[in-house]
């Protein structure tokens, strides 16, 4: 723990100019961009700053690689430093205790967690509910902490967050005061906003990104086998861009996912989650929701680091997420 402190110490003394081959001009340039600190620039990727006029991949190269010298990232750990940096992990509660213990606890910061399943399984219910836990104190299962949501099929109700907050015993006002929004209207401003998040972070203490729905503009702007290759390129640029916004800020990610009817059987429904292998790789925890009857949900883990394949019930209710008899 003192190791991390000094390595934290000697990254807030230095700044990217400190870096060789980042002048006045270049570091502006950079900073426009969103890479305005020595982490951001030691795990971003070559390409992504010779995109940036001016920045030669040559030289992003030596950028990065001295970045990510001066944050220590890049280099081989022992699996008991790995251990030790895992003890930073915090878990925010879905507000249904069977879910959080399908989930080990609940949802892991420094993670992307993918809710998916058909027209009105849950996905967005499940997502207002954890904007509203987020904001509760840490003794609750929350982070006591802004959220940023990025809206992407217009779902957003501050009604059902009254409505949540109330149940909880919450201040509505102030709660809805913690959440922010922005609505993406095609993929690229979708990519935008999770680039801008970064910045909002600074003003704000944000520990929890939603994105609901990941998929639905890469999916209806990118169509056919044509441009398959070039949807999967933004969107696994995109789930990066959220993974490094959770990894850096400790934060939890949590999307949503559409799915469509397959002849392949998914866990026994015609089912298939958008997105292939990009999303399938990138997402940490992936849980299908499907439909059951009163308002009752099956979730279903399919896919952990270290969590086994189970499942359970949740209850969907006008008071918000919580445990299905």
Known sequence: MAETKKIE????????????????????KLR????DDIMTLAVASPKDLSEIGGIAEGAAVKIIAAARKYADVGNFETGEEILERRRLIKKLTTGSKNLDDLL?????TQSITEFFGEFGSGKTQIMLQLAVNATTPVENGGFDSDVLIIDTENTFRPERIIQMSKYKGLDPDLVLKRIHVARAYNSHHQILLGEKAAELSKEFDIKLLLVDSLTSHFRSEYMGRGSLAERQQLLNRHMHDLLRFGTINNAVIAVTNQVSARPDIFFGDPMTPIGGNIVGHTATFRIYLRKSKGGKRIARLIDSPYLPEGETVIQLSEDGIMDGS
Do not use: F, R
């Open 32 to 35: 426009e961009n969103g890479y």
């Open 104 to 108: 080990g606890g609940g949802l892991e």
């Open 9 to 28: 110490e000697e990254e807030q003394k230095i700044t990217i100019e400190d870096l060789p081959g980042v002048g006045e001009a270049t570091a502006e």
